[in-house]
């Protein structure tokens, strides 16, 4: 059978990026768009190939439509409840509706599975949605790549470019994993078009610690003290500023990233499962700022 897959959340950032692997891979690729998507980025998702399907994802009969014929459902939605749980939740049931073998979520992040219920708000939907895929009639594999390695080149607390310093809870040799967007929409591009895909794959541009990336910037290491008391301010936070459940990166939400990066890695990497790609170097990150 060829394959066939389809595409929601094409036109962001990383569906956007999902979308240009796909169609090197030989797919044929399919996405799903709203009628009000910006028409620069479906323009360009037409110049890759790409078939343009618009949907209302609350119309389950179209939907199901759309899902016919696919070998293969991939979401790179981005959002919050509505999007992650309710969205999502339409179209897997729709894929399964529709005898769609395979679902890869929008699960690109820390590997959360082992992480506890409350200590990021974002997480807790992804697995919400992740225990109605696990039920379903579908073969499920979500892709942890760590957090992007694009946010080196912003100030976040722990690579403070305008302070020049890396600051780290409790552990400054903890192996941070990090992957590019092109990195990981190749991968996803491989693993859509691999009917043996597992159910978590794993993957990371490069890891690396707080000591090691203050060796390679020249900036100061920054102890920002425990896990524990990270947690602690993130719930107060998070109580003290409720508008925040309503945006996507509150600044809560924000350090609650940083407490899960510092809380989960992957220990085994899947880097090796498709030959021919090549990996991001932390260097590539960090220079521009340096």
Same mark, same amino acid.
């Given at each position: 059978m060829?394959?066939?897959?389809?595409?929601?959340?094409?036109?962001?950032?990383?569906?956007?990026?999902?979308? /240009?692997?796909?169609?090197? &891979?030989?797919?044929?690729?399919?996405?799903?768009?709203?009628?009000d998507?910006?028409?620069?980025? =479906?323009? /360009?998702?037409?110049?890759?190939?790409?078939?343009?399907?618009? =949907?209302?994802?609350?119309?389950?009969?179209? @939907?199901?439509?759309?899902?016919?014929?696919?070998?293969? =459902?991939?979401?790179?939605?981005?959002?919050?409840r509505?999007?992650?749980?309710?969205?999502?939740?339409?179209?897997?049931?729709?894929?399964?509706?529709?005898?769609? *073998?395979?679902?890869? *979520?929008?699960?690109?992040?820390?590997?959360?599975? #082992? @992480?506890?219920?409350g200590e990021n708000r974002n997480f807790d939907l992804r697995k919400e949605f992740m225990a109605k895929l696990n039920k379903?009639?579908? &073969? *499920?594999?979500?892709?942890? $790549? #760590?957090a992007f390695a694009e946010i080196l080149t912003y100030n976040i607390p722990f690579l403070d470019h305008k302070n020049k310093t =890396?600051?780290?809870?409790?552990?400054?040799?903890?192996?941070?994993?990090?992957?590019?967007? $092109?990195? &990981?929409?190749?991968?996803?591009?491989?693993?859509?078009?691999?009917?043996?895909?597992?159910?978590y794959l794993r993957i990371a541009s490069f890891q690396v610690s707080a000591t090691e990336l203050a060796a390679k910037t020249g900036y100061a290491l920054k102890d920002m003290? &425990?896990?524990?008391? @990270?947690?602690?301010?993130?719930k107060r936070e998070r109580a003290a500023h409720p508008e925040g459940e309503n945006e996507l990166y509150a600044k809560w939400q924000q350090t609650m990233y940083m407490h899960s990066m510092f809380s989960a890695h992957n220990e085994v990497l899947d880097n090796d499962r498709y030959p021919g790609l090549t990996w991001s170097a932390v260097e590539e990150y960090i220079k521009q700022k340096k």
């Open positions: 060829d394959d066939q897959i389809l595409l929601a959340g094409a036109t962001g950032n990383l569906g956007e990026r999902i979308a /240009k692997a796909l169609t090197g &891979t030989g797919a044929k690729v399919k996405a799903l768009i709203r009628a998507s910006k028409k620069e980025a =479906v323009d /360009k998702l037409k110049a890759e190939g790409v078939e343009i399907i618009e =949907v209302d994802m609350k119309d389950h009969a179209a @939907l199901v439509e759309a899902c016919k014929g696919a070998t293969c =459902v991939i979401s790179a939605l981005a959002g919050l509505e999007v992650i749980v309710d969205t999502q939740s339409l179209l897997l049931d729709a894929a399964v509706e529709a005898g769609v *073998p395979r679902f890869i *979520p929008s699960d690109y992040s820390t590997d959360f599975t #082992g @992480l506890p219920e379903a009639m579908i &073969t *499920p594999t979500s892709i942890f $790549n #760590g =890396v600051a780290y809870w409790e552990k400054p040799d903890w192996k941070i994993d990090f992957t590019s967007m $092109n990195d &990981t929409a190749a991968f996803t591009a491989m693993a859509a078009v691999d009917i043996t895909a597992p159910r003290g &425990t896990l524990t008391e @990270l947690d602690a301010y993130n």
